[in-house]
């Protein structure tokens, strides 16, 4: 064990297994107290098993840590806050929120099912939403009460989020959804001494392995360092920013920003907007390619 967060409770939701398992251990490693939420279902979402949490547990346990487990849909809006009620009552408080869970249900778009939307979106963006509003109202509450924590969110978008993925169009939506929540919720949260940032992970999973050939991928543990350190106290400074992570490898998202613009001086006619936007996507870069293009 290091000392990186010694004294720190952590929640790590859809830790039961790969990047999340990976998540909780690492975070256990460096001293924090882990909440380990896992609702224990498939890689398509499909049936209810409480083990994986509580397995972890028991790794962490015998490593010499402390650790609990819980088995909460994160997507049920009042089973997330019984999970954020569960690590004050437990521990005595709340300094990291780690949200991971998620499945995949991946199809063409033309394929895809109304169902099949709505799972995918409700579990990785509405479970985001659901953990970090009752994790937020927490934080509010004790900063109001001159308790101000040193708090830390890190949220889990994706390269297909970011850039775009083939055959994975609800899944896409849903982490591009993720990285623009985190931008709101770290201006928002600022207030309250709360960061919050994302990555963008990149590991051979359940989740990548029918969808890509991933022999050469990184380890689920290769990413969670990063993890370890943005829920640290040196990373106050940091928020609002979304890292991708490829095995050794760590980049700074530039996401959305203005690029060239024009400025007609008046409304804009049909006829005089396709020579404007032409000379300006000339001048703008290249977007980069949608995975599997």
Same mark, same amino acid.
């Given at each position: 064990?290091?000392?990186?967060l010694?004294g720190r ?5 859809g830790?039961?297994?790969g990047i999340g398992?990976?998540?909780?251990l690492e975070l256990a ?7 380990v939420?896992?609702f224990?279902?498939?890689l ?7 083990s ?8 962490i346990v @015998?490593?010499?840590g402390e #650790?609990?487990?819980?088995g909460?849909?994160? !997507?049920?809006?009042?089973? *997330?806050? /019984? =999970?954020?009620?569960?690590a ?8 990291i929120?780690v949200n991971?869970?998620g499945f995949?249900r991946?199809r063409m778009l033309v394929n895809?099912?109304?169902?099949e939307?709505d799972?995918?979106i409700?579990?990785h963006?509405k479970?985001?939403?659901?953990t ?10 004790e ?14 978008s ?6 775009g993925?083939i055959g994975?169009g ?5 982490k ?5 929540l ?5 201006a ?9 940032n @994302?990555i963008?992970p990149v #590991?051979?999973t359940r989740?990548?392995?029918g !969808?890509?050939d991933t022999? *050469?991928? /990184? =380890?689920?543990e290769d990413n969670?360092?990063v993890v ?7 990373a106050?400074?940091?928020?609002g920013?979304?890292v ?5 490898r760590?980049t ?7 690029g060239?613009?024009a400025d007609a001086?008046a409304?804009?006619?049909?006829a005089e907007?396709g020579p404007?936007l ?11 390619s949608?995975?599997g293009?």
């Open positions: 064990m290091t000392g990186l010694d409770i952590a929640i790590v939701t830790a039961g297994r398992r990976a998540h909780a490693r460096h001293g924090a107290k882990v909440v939420n896992d224990g279902v498939s398509a979402g499909e049936g209810t098993d409480e994986p949490a509580a397995q972890v547990v028991g790794e @015998a490593a010499g #650790a609990v487990a819980n909460a849909d994160v !997507a049920d809006f009042a089973a *997330a806050e /019984a =999970l954020i009620g569960q004050v009552e437990t521990y005595g408080g709340l300094d929120l991971n869970a995949v991946d895809t099912s109304e169902e939307w799972a995918v409700r579990v963006l479970g985001h939403f659901a970090l509003r009752h994790a937020g109202a927490y934080w509010r509450a900063s109001k009460a001159g308790r101000q924590r040193d708090a830390r969110v890190i949220n889990t994706s390269g297909a989020g970011l850039q993925s994975q609800t899944y896409s939506a849903a591009a959804g993720i990285a623009g985190t931008l709101v919720a770290a928002e949260m600022a207030r309250y001494g709360v960061t919050v @994302a963008a #590991a051979k989740m990548t392995e !969808a890509f022999s *050469a991928m /990184a =380890l689920p969670s360092p370890a350190w943005l829920a640290s106290e040196d106050r400074d940091v928020t920013r979304v991708e992570i490829d095995g050794s760590i700074v998202e530039n996401g959305w920003a203005h060239p613009s001086g409304r804009w006619e049909a907007v404007a032409r000379k300006l996507l000339a001048e703008a870069p290249e977007p980069e949608v995975y293009a």
